[in-house]
């Protein structure tokens, strides 16, 4: 499945507005969006960094000085493909607005810019249309006072690396949108300290160098380690079978657990998962029925295809 499947919020609640260039837009908290939170599963230095960041950027910077101790309120989450930074932000964005909301009681306001409708078309386009998601809709957003969080998704599309531009089709329109990205998010930060833009990237080697100097937080997001594997998949399973079962309790259960997560080896969050739907689809009674499916159907499903012995 290419990236871009899951790039559309899942059961997401009503959006409140539309704004040109923005995606969705919806206030939070909101009870619904809590699993993207729990149920991705990182390291959890990183939740904390990042939640912290967060709070700090939406309810201090407003007191401090900008030369004393400068920030952008920017934050950039880059790992490989499926390992659950977009959801991660979404599921982000919902738990700082609790933080504003325990605080003083505000609504914040979360907002996804719409990258894939920017770009391409004909020469200084894409530079509008950035220049106009920046100086009108985010600038809209932030003048009605709220705390306003910006998911910047696959951010390596907005702000294309300029010294890699020329294996672009039109690298002059690549360097004008990428100096509006930059241009839009300074003149936020001179006038705002309300906003926080999240971005993420599968491949931050191609973003551009004067946009990776203004991130205030970089975080890491793994492939998970085989502890976090074990956490990823029995989750899977507790959703389909129920906690006994996912938590392996018959001792030849767990020896099955052991083997899924030895041929499971590297690979990203989100395959780990379909390796438990790949297994419900291998024998009728399971796919009617999933909560029949145990580990060893599992691991069986896995010697099927040639990726465990
Ligand atoms: N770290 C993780 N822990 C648990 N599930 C994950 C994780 N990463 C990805 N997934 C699963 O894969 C889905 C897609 O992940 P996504 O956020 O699109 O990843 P990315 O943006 O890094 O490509 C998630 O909704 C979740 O079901
Ligand atoms: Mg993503």
Redesign the pocket.
Known sequence: MS?SH?HHAPSAPDPTSGHYGILVEYALPDDSWIDRWD????PDALKRRMVNFGAFALTQRSDRSQVALPVHGLMLMQ??????????ARGLADQIARIVRDRDGRETIFAEVDAHSIGSGVLGESQRQVDRVFQRSIRLLARQGRPVIVLI?EVENLAVARDRASLQANPTDVHRSTNAVLTGLDSIWNQFTNVLFVA?S?FPDSIDAAFLSRVDLIVD?PV?PRE?ARR?LV?TMREVAGDAIADAEAADESVALEAVLDATEGI???R??KVILAAIVERRETAIDPSQLRWQDVRAALVATGRAG
């Open positions: 990236d899951d149920r991705i599963v990182v790992g490989p493909p499926g390992t659950g930074k977009t959801t991660l998704d993420t599968n997001v998970p976090l990823i989750d990203d969050a989100r780990l998962r």
